[in-house]
């Protein structure tokens, strides 16, 4: 693809994760505190947040912290790889195998997750979980998107090749 063209692909590729980080610090569960923490704040200061702790321990008998690990703690890790991935290599085609495999993992991850899935506690202030969700939709989609592209200009330059193969033989 033209470096030109295939500028808004990186500016996408890098929104989706900055995005991703963004939305970890939107309000997620009210326990009926004067706050509302965000997801982020749940997840790295549990001491903090006992009151909400234990108030998704109401629906979820026996939740811990620790079982937002793997929705939260290895989606950010891959997050921050994307980021360093698309600075470096920019408009390849791995990119968006990358951040296809980052949605797929994330939404995976999320609806495995019982604290974050549609659930009665969502009804209280799930919606950074909602809008988490979309922004792993979004990274599948772009992915499928910039896939398809590169596919069409693939083509393309087959024909052109075959097209310039049948003029020499003439």
Known sequence: MKPGKASWWMFAAL???VL???AQFLPYYHSGGTFFPSM???FWYPARNE??????????HGFRVNELATAL????????FLIVFTLILKTSGVIAFLLGGWGIFGIISFLTTRSLAFSPVNVYGGIASIIMLLIFLSAII??????????????KIVKLYE???AEQLT
């Open 15 to 17: 929104a989706v994760p």
């Open 20 to 22: 991703y980080f963004a």
């Open 40 to 42: 982020w704040s749940v």
């Open 51 to 60: 009151q909400t702790i234990n108030f998704i321990a109401l629906f979820y």
């Open 73 to 80: 703690l290895i989606t950010q890790i891959a997050a921050i």
């Open 142 to 155: 772009l992915s499928a998107l910039y896939l398809i592209k590169l596919y069409q200009n693939y083509v």
């Open 163 to 165: 097209l310039e193969k």
